[in-house]
């Protein structure tokens, strides 16, 4: 299993479910999901007569660094359940009739894993690689043919009653066949963290920091409260004006009347559009600037902040070139048509 990618028991798995925060109702419908895989002997023999076996697949789509990845090997360390982390780029291959090879041949290894083991989990990261929209002209033989290969061995698991759960993680959600979207029983969007969330992922590390005796100038915890009541109250001066409550990701008019207040924005509105990953990496940005002054000020932290990025920065470019190559490939496929006859 190791050729496709990372093998983890759940000893060596570091993420709990604590350690993420937000995310509360895709907590509540994972957590009854491995529930149903650790029993899953049980409900196939409840279910015998009936001809309907447990549909074990999930389907997590949404922005990197959003928690799709952690959140499920925390599950997999809750309910001691052993996982491996396809890398679905190891299965491609420009060979003919390799992909579909490979495809099957992890299915059968997981499969041979659960049974003996009574659950296993196959995560496919980054599943749009094998799973591409089949009507796209852009595409392939061999990856159209890797889509029908791969529905094939999900509907198999499923009809033999493998106890073997099917994860598949994407941030192309769009690029997707939609075959494979039916194949997978739930579906769970994964967002940027509002900024309420925010502000707990920026404490959480901080007090991190702090219960690992790196100085944490309090003023970073008193701006980040000052800053959030500010936020607070426009928001509801704005739903109150409006008639419905806002999000701030919705026309930036949260934005755009925290701007007419403030000169200089603090660490909640510089990390609009961050994830949590991001705030985890411009901490341990801080964290080495910390043990160089001996002690992490507000200045330096939201220097650390500014360093590291958004992701929803580089996920917008990213859609903006996409379409634009979209286009050149249209326009380009349209000039090499043969001209209608002339009448």
Sequence with gaps: MGKFGAIYFPSDIKESIDDIIGNETKKEILDDFFKALKKYDEFTSQLKDTNLNPNLTILLYGPPGTGKTSLTRGYA???NIPICVVETDRLVSPLLGDTIKQIRRVVDLAA???RERKSFILFFDEIDAIG???SNIH???EIKRAVISFLQVIDRINYEGIPLAIIGATNHQNQLDSAIWRRFTFHL?????DYRLRKKIIESFLKKLKNANIGVDNSIFNKLDEEYEEIQSISKALSKKLGYVISEFENNLLWNEYSKKFKKEG???LTYGYSGSDIERGTRVALLKAINTSILTYDLFYDSMLLVGGTAIHVERQDILS???EVRNFSATKNTQPSPPEI
């Design 132 to 134: 591409s929209e089949r």
């Design 139 to 141: 595409e392939v033989g």
């Design 77 to 79: 360390k809750k309910y």
């Design 112 to 114: 041979e894993i659960a």
């Design 189 to 193: 969007r994964f967002d940027f963290p």
């Design 323 to 325: 379409a634009k190559k």
């Design 267 to 269: 660490l909640i509105k």
